[in-house]
Nanobody
Framework: QVQLADSGGGLVQPGGSLRLSCVAS????????MGWYRQAPGKQRELVAT???????RYADSVQGRFTISRDNAKNTVYLQMNSLKPEDTAIYYC???????????????WGQGTQVTVSS
């Protein structure tokens, strides 16, 4: 079994910064993509950013230039540095990871429990 623990959310003023972290643990052979999604009240969950094992990165247009995703493969950890935060960034942020638990096994998608980010003055 694999667990994802995300953290780092909180209350911040517009223009401020936060750094989210997500650690994957358990029976992990390899991890492909690691990413962040968010869900605001009354809205669907949406992609924020994804980083692949080869280094390729994808951002949502709404966060391009303000957010930076990175990963530490040795620690099975993905980070999301969020700068110039806006009230519309308020949401629950969820991390996910595509994990292979054995060398020849399939890839499974796991999710963290979510961390609340609130941007308000």
């Amino acid at each position: 079994q694999v667990q994802l623990a995300d953290s780092g959310g909180g209350l911040v003023q517009p223009g401020g910064s936060l750094r989210l972290s997500c650690v994957a643990s358990g029976s992990i052979f390899s991890i492909n993509a690691m990413g962040w999604y968010r869900q605001a009240p009354g809205k669907q969950r949406e992609l924020v950013a994804t980083i692949y094992s080869g280094g390729r990165i994808r951002y949502a247009d709404s966060v391009q230039g303000r957010f930076t995703i990175s990963r530490d493969n040795a620690k099975n950890t993905v980070y999301l540095q969020m700068n110039s935060l806006k009230p519309e960034d308020t949401a629950i942020y969820y991390c996910n990871s595509e994990v292979r638990t054995t060398e020849a096994g399939p890839m499974y998608l796991y999710w963290g429990q979510g961390t609340q980010v609130t941007v308000s003055s």
